[in-house]
Structure formats: C-alpha cells, structure tokens
C-alpha cells in the first residue's frame, strides 16, 4: 500500500513567492495532519483535519498561511506571502480513529524560502 | 511545564547493549502513547504504540507504561549503529484528537 504521498519534495523559492505544499493520505484514513519541523523548534502541528474539517489550526502560524482539504485524498497548505523564517521541512501525516490515532508521515517537503 | 519531556541527549550506548530511553507527560487524561523513531533527513517512523499499563513488546524494542507515575519508556536490546536516531515520543488524549510530540531524544550507538 502507498504510504502518505506528498509534492514536492524540495522547494526553493523567493521572499514574497506563494508556495503551495501538497498531500495526499493513506486510503481509508480519515485524519490529516500537517506539521513544521525545524531545529530550533522542532516538530509543530500546524493544523488537523478529522473527515475532511478543520478541527484545530491554533498551530498555524500567522494569517499567511492557510490550509484546504477539498476531500478525502487531497489536501494542501499554502504560505502567501512567503518569507525566510518559513524555511522548514514541512510533513504530513495521516490516520484513522480505529487505529488509537496512530498517525503515519509522510516523507517531507523541504522548503527553503531565499 | 512542557506536556511531554524527554531528555535531549545525545545518549550514547555501546553496540549490544540496551538502550533506554524515557519520557514523562503531564496530563493523567492521557490515553495513546507513541515512540516514533527519526533518522537525520527523514521523517518520524511509528515503531511503538502502547494503550495501556505494562509492557509491550515487538521484536527488540520493548515500551513500558506506567499511568500512576506518569512515564514511558522505550528499551532496545541488542543495540545496533541502526538504531542510532532520534527517539520522539508522543501523546494523544483521545481517540481523533492530535498527537503531542516531545522534543525527542538523540540516541548514538557506538560500535
């Protein structure tokens, strides 16, 4: 089975760039996560979706930054506009309310903003 | 108080010796407890998940939970250089609610 898939897996943009980040969840999960990993602060949850609603985006940081999840296997973070201190590997993840809210990641997408 | 405090480390273990790894949580309304393991430029495996009071055990890790004190814990025997990684361990309250990361510890196996 395919694990959490996201696109892409590197960026590097431009101050002021929008850049969209995307994922695709494991089939059949119905939770989806999205989380910011930095060294200074390690792993933040951004914002989590249950069945397709946002159910808590306190993490998210400022109003630049917004997430959709049209449906169940599809969802996207955009950060508009972009700045430096946004440089951050950015992860999804994954799950089901049957599986005791094990959650699975995905592999990452690299953000560098210039 | 941070909800769930690990020690940061580096923890450094001979090869074939048993690594432990701890963690404490703040909140006794905690029900999920969780281990990911994280490999420098990779993202956070699951490789442990416990529910309730005890032991668990898969292969040669082993997790060990104890509600009444509030910590868990995480035990590799026969260490090996692949085990060398980041150890986060995490959280949930209930069931489709958020998981609450430590800031993991870094675990160094020296052969």
């Known amino acids: 089975d395919a694990g959490v898939i996201q696109s892409p897996r590197h960026e590097v943009t431009e101050m002021g760039q929008e850049v969209t980040l995307r994922c695709k969840p494991i089939s059949g999960h119905n939770s989806l996560f999205w989380y910011r990993q930095t060294m200074m602060r390690g792993l933040e949850l951004l914002i989590y979706?249950?069945?397709?609603?946002?159910?808590?985006d306190s993490g998210m940081p400022e109003d630049r930054f917004s997430a959709k999840m049209p449906n169940a296997s599809f969802s996207t973070l955009k950060i508009q506009p972009s700045e430096p201190r946004d440089s951050a590997v950015y992860f999804c993840?994954?799950?089901?309310?049957?599986?005791?809210?094990?959650?699975?990641f995905g592999p990452g997408t690299r953000l560098t903003v210039l | 108080q941070k909800e769930v405090e690990q020690n940061s480390g580096p923890l450094s273990v001979p090869e074939g010796a048993i690594a432990s790894l701890n963690c404490t949580y703040s909140d006794r309304g905690s029900q999920s407890f969780f281990w990911y393991r994280q490999y420098s430029g990779k993202s956070p495996e699951l490789i442990m998940s416990i529910y309730s009071n005890g032991d668990k055990e898969d292969g040669r890790f082993t997790a060990q939970l104890n509600k009444a004190s509030q910590y868990v814990s995480l035990l590799i025997r026969d260490s090996q250089p692949s085990d060398s990684a980041t150890y986060l361990c995490?959280?949930?309250?209930?069931?489709?609610?958020?998981?609450?990361f430590g800031s993991g510890t870094r675990l160094s196996i020296r052969p």
């Open positions: 995490a959280l949930s309250h209930s069931s489709a609610s958020k998981i609450i």
């Open positions: 993840a994954s799950g089901t309310e049957s599986s005791y809210n094990e959650q699975f």
């Open positions: 979706f249950n069945n397709n609603v946002p159910i808590d």
